[in-house]
């Protein structure tokens, strides 16, 4: 093979320079997607509450003023096939404070349970069943989306009900219980089983775009609140919104742009091409720790500092997330940012 005289090398490789397109490198290194955020602000809810109208212990007028006195902006009242109006609740409702109407789509196959919230149900839908136990989550998370709503997957770990090669198979859904206050669902797993985390970061290692939300699924309001009790004010979501109408939160709530959280407060989430930085809301003399957690929930970078920041660098990861533990073990979960497409080499 005839070699060229190296001053030729040279030329081809400023000419090979020359072509490239300007800002792109000849491997092209990795960024993450910007969301659009400008103006937004934040806005607490609670997606998953019980009435008398099912198995709860108050009526919906009682339930939903618990959450309008603790601070909430919004609430969605999701009784087991049970459409609970909240137009009758309309006197409720003010500039901080929304009602959205949904369901919890209650049913089983083979006796497991499959529960999907549906968020911002125009009226009653029907929960589906099926032959498989795929197939009747996906139908349930169909009929939601058939009347324009959005479904969320109730806690899997209920009486192990289904696990994450069965999740990894369901479409058009974006939202996942990863927290849920109700005393018998298992968040953590145990023995053989993972925790509702790990099932997360398989799923979101997959490719799956799935964002991890916080619900209390409370049913209890009187009497003693204790730990066996399905009390409110467990887990809760802050959505970064326009406004505080329920299209805006529904649209970024499947854009990811929320925290779920059992107690910790975040500020703001900031997002540039190759940073992410979180700016943690200080709380008395509690500290925070932070870590940023990747592909197969490989810990990528830990910090105690606030705001805690992520840079990209040389990281290679399909996604970067945070996670919030603060020393009394509250937890907020910042949900996973992705690396944005780059254009095909020529
Ligand atoms: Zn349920
Ligand atoms: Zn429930």
Redesign the pocket.
Known sequence: MKRFPLPFTLVLALVGLACAAPGSAQSPRAVFEVPDAQGMRWFKGNT?A?TLMSDGDSPPEEVARWYKNHGYNFLVL?DHNVFTDPGKLAHLVDSAFLLIPGE?LTTSFDRRPV?VNGLNLPHVVEPRTDSTLVGTIQKNVDAVREVDGVPHI?HPNFRWAFGKEILAKIERDKLLEIFNGHPLVHNEGGGDSPGMEEIWDYLLSRGKRIYGIAVD?AHHFKEEFAAARSNPGRGWIAVKAASLETKALMRSLEAGLFYASTGVGLEDVAITATTLEIRILPRGDFKFRTAFIGTNGKVLHETSANPAVFRLGSNRTGYVRAKVKDSGGAVAWVQPVFMARQPAAK
């Open positions: 998953h019980h999701s919890e529960h109730n699924d």
